[in-house]
C-alpha cells in the first residue's frame, strides 16, 4: 500500500482518530516509506532516524483527532512531518549550544574531491561537504534549503508543508542560500 | 577546493541530493517501526520525556505555575506566622500532651 489518499480510505482513518491501533498500524505501513524518506535528511544515520520516525508518528497519533478531512491526508501527514522534523533540528542545536561552546566544524580537508566516475561516492562526498555549514544554518533557514535543493520541492510545495507564504519561502531561501554560502566559505580552505 | 559561488553551490547541493545515505537509514529504520511506535503510544509518557519534549513556551508555563504554586504556599504560611489562632492552635497541642513547660516550678523533686 502506497500513501496516497486513494490508499488510505477515510473509515481507516475515522478507526485510527478513534484509537484504532490496528488502523494506525495500517497507516504507518502505507506511509513510513513517505515520512521517513522525509525526514532522512535531518539526522547523521538510521538510529537518529529511528528515534525521530518515531517521534514523527507519536505527534501524528496525538493530532490525528484534530484531522477534519479539508485537506488531503497525506498532505496533512507531511506537514506534520515536517514540523517534527523542525522541532528536532531546534531541540538538537539547543542541546549543542548548552553544552558545546564553539563547534568545530569538521576538517574537510580529509575528504577527497568528488570521484567523476562514481556518482555515488560524488553525492556522498558532497553531502559531507555541505553538512557542517548545513549544521550551523539556523533550523528554519536549513529546512528550506533541504525542502527546495535536496528535496527538489517547488517553492508552492514548500509553502503548503510549512504554512509560510510563498514569497516568505523565497525570501527565506535567498537569505539562507546567502549565509550557507558563506559558511562554506568559512569552512573550506581556499 | 575553491570558495563557492552560486553555480558551485547549486553544484554542490545537486550532487548532495543524490546522497544515497539517506535511503538506506530510511529502509533501515521502516523495518518494524509500527510495532517500536505502538509500543510507545501504548504506555504512559515519563517525566523525562514530559521535560524533554517541552516547547519553549510549556517551560515558561510550567515555570509560571511553580512560581504561583510556591507563592501561595509560603504566602499562607507567612500569614500563619502572624496568625494568633494558627499559633496558639499549635502551642495549644503540647499542653494536651502534658507536654507543656508552664507546671515546672510545681513539680517536687
Redesign the interface.
Known amino acids: 500500500m502506497d500513501c496516497e489518499e486513494s490508499m488510505l480510505p477515510a473509515d481507516v482513518i475515522r478507526s485510527a482518530q478513534a484509537g484504532d491501533d490496528g488502523a494506525f498500524r495500517v497507516i504507518m505501513r502505507a506511509c513510513k516509506g513517505r515520512l521517513l524518506g522525509m525526514a532522512s535528511r535531518y539526522v547523521q544515520g538510521a538510529s537518529e532516524l529511528d528515534d525521530l520516525g518515531q517521534e514523527i508518528f507519536v505527534h501524528i497519533w496525538k493530532g490525528l483527532r484534530t484531522y477534519r478531512f479539508d485537506a488531503p491526508f497525506p498532505h496533512w501527514l507531511s506537514r506534520v512531518a515536517v514540523n517534527t522534523c523542525l522541532t528536532h533540528l531546534k531541540r538538537r542545536q539547543r542541546r549543542w549550544s548548552l553544552f558545546v561552546n564553539s563547534e568545530e566544524p569538521e576538517s574537510l580537508e580529509r575528504i577527497a574531491d568528488p570521484s567523476p566516475g562514481d556518482p555515488e561516492a560524488a553525492g556522498r562526498e558532497a553531502a559531507e561537504r555541505l553538512r557542517p555549514a548545513l549544521e550551523a544554518l539556523k533550523p528554519k533557514d536549513r529546512l528550506v534549503i533541504t525542502l527546495l535543493h535536496l528535496d527538489e520541492r517547488s517553492v508552492a510545495e514548500v509553502a503548503e508543508l510549512t504554512g509560510w507564504s510563498e514569497s516568505n519561502v523565497k525570501v527565506r531561501a535567498l537569505r539562507a542560500r546567502l549565509k550557507l554560502k558563506a559558511l562554506l566559505k568559512e569552512y573550506e580552505p581556499a | 577546493?575553491?570558495?563557492?559561488?552560486?553555480d558551485h553551490?547549486?553544484t554542490?547541493?545537486?550532487?548532495?541530493?543524490?546522497?544515497?545515505?539517506?535511503?538506506?537509514?530510511?529502509s533501515?529504520?521502516?523495518r518494524g517501526?509500527?510495532a517500536?511506535?505502538?509500543k510507545?503510544?501504548?504506555r504512559p509518557e515519563s517525566w523525562s520525556e514530559a521535560l524533554?519534549s517541552m516547547?519553549s513556551w510549556r517551560i515558561l508555563a510550567a515555570a509560571a505555575a511553580a512560581v504561583v504554586v510556591i507563592g501561595v504556599w509560603s504566602g499562607r504560611n507567612t500569614a500563619d506566622v502572624f496568625n494568633e489562632e494558627w499559633l496558639s492552635s499549635h502551642t495549644g497541642a503540647e499542653h494536651e500532651d502534658g507536654l507543656s513547660t508552664t507546671g515546672l516550678d510545681d513539680l517536687e523533686f
Do not use: G, K
Open positions: 577546493m575553491n570558495p563557492p559561488d552560486d553551490l547549486d554542490l547541493l545537486r550532487a548532495a541530493a543524490a546522497d544515497s545515505r539517506p535511503a538506506a537509514w530510511t533501515d529504520a521502516a517501526i509500527e517500536r511506535v505502538l510507545r503510544i501504548a524533554l516547547t
